[in-house]
């Protein structure tokens, strides 16, 4: 049996697989003392107990350990509170591996081993960097210490747990959906998403809102739920860190249960935003899937200028989505709204129209004409 030193106590190792390397051993610092990232918010502190090191291939979802070894481009770490702590060098830090795909940021995946690494979001993502935008400094560096365990020495991983509800319900309404899309990050989906729910609720509808794909953060959610949303969830509550390089199938099996979630008697709108470009790889396989098209009720599409409007706005409307309204960054341009009208008959929304009392009841009344002639369809055929 191995001994440990630790700065707090002394502990002994609790297993260890000689033809692997592996070592479990007790979890050697109090969990409240490390910083802890949003993507970790659903699991409980009473439940890590223990550390494993070695011979092992991390997967995404994984929770690790880790100590800041280089401060780089993100110097705060987002808490399940909201909260950014602040971190410094020789920081402990308890964040999820996973995969990132970001063009204004980085791109990067899950390690093949424990060594060192890279922080590269700071809602808790430890990943190996692979490409880097000019826009932004390298990624902060951090050594893994180990994965997190539970009292058996099992690695916590993101996947045990979901928080949503799956359980059937028996509803005597149907509720429409609303999908929100972007030509790109940055292009106004979750801006848009919040004008929504500020239009619906100032007209008194119970709207529950979601995002489907994306990295770990709690920044959109905060912004649903100041704008006045009864329940906000995204990925991580179905237990996962992150969407990039998941497979469609199991994307489209997020998707769906958000739904089953969202879907109670209180709700009237559900209002879905689908992170990046409509171009990213899994946006792409996600918006031209079939049962994501059944689900959906109508969309509207945000854009950061005319072409990209105009392109996206059609590619949508030949997956045979309804396209509402276009809105976003091209929505504040007046230019770029003039060359958008005068090739598509797509409307252009501002913010401000969409959050107006007033609107919500004409978009309200959109979705469920939208429904009604969707349920038709899928009748005669």
Not at 9 to 22: D, G, M, P, Q, S
Not at 281 to 299: G, P, Q, R, V
Request: proline share 3%; hydrophobic share 40%; with cysteine.
């Amino acid at each position: 049996m191995m001994t440990i030193i630790t700065e707090t106590r002394r502990i002994e190792l609790v297993k260890e697989n000689t033809n692997r390397n592996i070592q479990i051993v007790p979890f050697p610092f109090i969990a409240k003392s490390c910083k802890r990232a949003f993507t970790t918010r659903n699991i409980e502190l009473d439940d890590i107990k223990t550390l494993i090191t070695g011979d092992i291939k991390p997967q995404a979802g994984d929770l690790v350990l880790c100590e800041v070894t280089r401060l780089r481009q993100h110097c705060r770490i987002e808490q399940p509170n909201g909260r950014r702590n602040r971190v410094f060098v020789r920081d402990r830090i308890i964040v999820c591996y996973g995969n990132r795909y970001a063009p204004d940021q980085f791109e990067a995946v899950v390690p093949e081993n424990l060594k060192a690494c890279h922080l590269v979001a700071g809602g808790g993502i430890a990943a190996l960097m692979r490409f880097k935008s000019p826009k932004v400094k390298p990624a902060t560096e951090i050594q893994p210490l180990g994965l997190i365990g539970d009292k058996d020495g099992h690695i916590l991983n993101l996947k045990h747990f979901s928080t949503l509800d799956l359980s059937t319900k028996t509803l005597k309404k149907t509720i429409p959906v609303l999908l929100v899309a972007g030509s790109s990050m940055n292009a106004g989906k979750t801006t848009t998403v919040a004008s929504v729910i500020k239009g619906l609720t100032a007209d008194g509808y119970n709207v529950a809102a979601a995002k489907v794909t994306g990295t770990g953060s709690g920044g959109d959610l905060w912004h649903f739920i100041d704008a006045g949303v009864k329940q906000a969830i995204d990925f991580t509550d179905a237990g996962y860190a992150s969407t990039y390089l998941m497979s469609n199938r199991r994307l489209i099996k997020v998707f769906n249960n958000m739904l089953t979630h969202l879907r109670t008697k209180e709700t009237d709108v559900i209002v879905v935003e689908v992170a990046d470009g409509i171009l990213q790889a899994e946006t792409k396989k996600l918006l031209e899937s079939d049962e994501i098209l059944k689900s959906t009720t109508a969309m509207i599409y945000t854009a950061g200028d005319s072409t990209s409007a105009i392109y996206g706005a059609n590619w949508l409307q030949n997956l045979g989505y309804k396209v509402l309204a276009i809105s976003g960054v091209v929505s504040s341009n007046p230019l770029g709204q003039q060359e958008v009208e005068k090739s598509i008959s797509t409307p252009i929304l501002k913010k401000a129209e969409i959050s107006v009392a007033g609107y919500g009841h004409k978009l309200f009344e959109m979705l469920i004409v939208k429904l009604t002639d969707n349920k038709s369809k899928q009748l005669n055929t």
